[in-house]
């Protein structure tokens, strides 16, 4: 509905304008296609309990159709804009032993949303989006993809997921760019609906609680070319609140680049999960007390070095507090803006201390322009727990991909992503995930 209004206010604004032509001449439209299949094998189950909860084996295949279109601004002063997104996933192959929700939860499955305990045949949305920009600054309203420190959207599945709100982005003061908004709804990786949002500890789809209001601002500052500043803060009202400092450093170095990433979060409580049980997160307070108030400071550094082809790097992360580090989740596959973002594990949790080695190689230095491959290892120990104050765990993350350069097939992009999950934390599996991932865009206009 709020979308409807949006661009109904929108064209009604445009249809007064007699200056038109950008709007027109500078829109683009494109359908992107993807297919992708996923399967996760867990070697191992804490209780079997757990076992007949979460299924051993889960698997879905899935082609997803999505209908971007971007339009130009109205001349003037001030441009008027519309963009569209329209977004269809078709099931391939799911059953009930695979889809990954037996008990038919409201956050769906591996891939697709739930009907009961299996998958539904296709899901779909639309998301409109009007805008208005004066100079370099920019308002949206509508649907949003933003993807910022404090909020970032996850495109992890078959479609992406997207936001509701408001958000400003300006860039009219040289080398800074200021980000700001308001985010009201959240429609999920999996899912045709919008929904409040949470947090881990209290996003149960039954009894959890849940916020329509996350507000957000921030800047990137280019100090000079190879130095970038950033800072950015995030409020979840009655979660929490969240302040993020980041610096981005490139140097030249013989032939190649050092780039240094470093990232420092800080995650306090904020309304009602400062004082009730039933807005408490995650986390190891003492004894046996695994939820309570967000108490979180979460610091990392990535240096990477690129030189013909190849690219090194290391990287080292603390998470600080009696809370694990806390990010918008409402239990269907958020993603976080840290440097231990891996393909299933996320190593944030209370007192944990993680250190990461990774490679890649662009193989177009041998010959075979489109071709890379890149590893990652992240291994992380000191978790608190009721246990142990020692637990551990440790994912290798394998991307081998293609992207066809010539012929009929030009375009076309090919991934396989492999990832191995272990750890002695008590009620956690095991696990092994392959997905495969083809991709292609075909420009409309």
């Known amino acids: 509905m709020k979308c409807t209004f949006t ?6 604004v445009l249809a007064q304008h007699t200056h038109a032509a950008g709007f027109i001449d500078d829109s683009k439209a494109a359908l992107k296609l993807r297919n992708y299949y996923i399967n996760s094998d867990y070697r191992d189950s804490a209780t079997p309990a757990q076992e007949a909860a979460n299924q051993s084996y889960q698997a879905e295949w899935g082609q997803a159709f999505q209908l971007e279109y971007i339009s130009g601004y109205t001349q003037g002063p001030v441009g008027f804009g519309v963009d569209a997104l329209g977004m269809l996933g078709v099931k391939l192959d799911s059953s ?4 990954g929700n037996p008990t038919g939860n409201n956050f769906g499955g591996v891939v697709f949303p739930s009907d009961g305990d299996h998958a539904v045949d296709d899901f779909s949305s639309l998301g409109l989006t009007g805008k208005v920009k004066i100079s370099k600054t920019e308002l949206k309203l509508g649907t949003l993809v933003p993807k910022l420190p404090v909020i970032y959207s996850n495109d992890g599945r078959l479609l992406p997921q997207t936001w509701q709100g408001a958000q400003v982005t300006s860039a009219d003061i040289k080398d800074l760019t200021l980000t700001g908004g308001q985010i009201d709804g959240v429609k999920g990786r999996n899912s045709s609906n919008t929904e409040n949002m949470s947090i881990a500890g209290a ?10 209001k996350f507000i957000y601002a921030g800047g990137d500052y280019k100090l000079s070319k190879d130095l970038t500043l950033q800072y950015y803060y995030g409020n979840l009202e009655d979660f929490y609140k969240q302040h993020f400092l980041g610096l981005i450093h490139n140097w030249a170095i013989g032939s190649g680049v050092l780039t240094s990433d470093l990232r420092y979060f800080n995650s306090q409580d904020a309304g009602a999960n400062g004082h009730d049980p039933a807005y408490f997160t995650t986390g190891y307070y003492g004894g046996n007390t695994l939820k309570g108030k967000v108490d979180n ?16 790097g290391a990287g080292y992360e603390v998470s600080n507090g009696k809370s694990d ?17 891996m393909q299933v594990q996320k190593f944030v949790h209370a007192g944990e201390k993680s250190w ?18 890149g590893v990652v290892y992240v291994n992380g120990d000191d978790i608190n727990t009721i246990a142990s104050s020692h637990s551990s765990e440790w994912e290798r993350d394998i991307t081998l991909a293609y992207v066809v350069q010539s012929g009929p097939l030009k375009g076309v992009s090919l991934m396989w992503k492999n990832a191995m999950v272990r750890n002695n934390i008590p009620n956690t599996r095991q696990q092994d995930e392959n997905r495969i991932i083809i991709n292609y865009q075909l420009a409309l206009f």
């Open 325 to 341: 580090f806390p990010y918008l989740n409402q239990g269907d596959g958020p993603t976080t803006y840290t440097i231990t973002e």
């Open 7 to 12: 661009l109904a206010a929108a064209l009604c």
């Open 297 to 312: 400071n979460l610091f990392s550094g990535l240096l990477t070095y690129a030189v013909a082809g190849h690219t090194f």
């Open 356 to 373: 990461q080695a990774r490679y890649a190689f662009d193989f177009a230095k041998l010959g075979l322009p489109g071709a890379t491959a």
């Open 203 to 212: 996003n149960n789809p039954v009894t959890g609680r849940f916020s329509n």
């Open 96 to 99: 009930t032993g695979k889809h």
